[in-house]
């Protein structure tokens, strides 16, 4: 059985930050690829930012390159997801995924992930 858990999500003014914690439990292959996702009301879900875990790769979307950074801590099966400079776009509830992607392949397509936390409301307004 393996769990994902997501949180420190919440309210935030334009500007701001939020750091959001994913943790990951139970029988996973070694060397998982671990993803954000977003999904605002309306839209679909969108990778926003992923750590392969066969190279190490990070990636990011666009829309949040240069604001967001991934992290992990290997030793506590956690990884971070620290969001500067919020912006009213980026309110949505936010989604922890496991799985596994190739070498060199970008870990963004939410197609790669098998378990899913239960996603955790990050709402940014003045």
């Known amino acids: 059985q393996v769990q994902v858990v997501e949180s420190g999500g919440g309210s935030v003014q334009p500007g701001g930050s939020l750091r959001l914690s994913c943790a990951f439990s139970?029988?996973?292959?070694?060397?998982?690829?671990i993803g954000w996702f977003r999904q605002a009301p309306g839209k679909e879900r969108e990778g926003i930012s992923c750590?392969?875990?066969?190279?190490?790769?990070?990636h990011y979307a666009d829309s949040v390159r240069g604001r967001f950074t991934i992290s992990r801590d290997t030793a506590r099966n956690t990884v971070y997801l620290q969001m500067n400079n919020l912006r009213p776009e980026d309110t949505a509830v936010y989604y922890c995924?496991?799985?596994?992607?190739?070498?060199?392949?970008?870990?963004?397509?939410?197609?790669?992930?098998?378990?899913w936390g239960q996603g955790i409301q990050v709402a940014v307004s003045s």
């Open positions: 750590l392969n875990g066969l190279d190490y790769g990070t």
């Open positions: 139970g029988m996973i292959l070694n060397n998982p690829a």
């Open positions: 995924a496991i799985g596994h992607v190739p070498v060199g392949v970008s870990c963004l397509p939410k197609s790669w992930y098998d378990y």
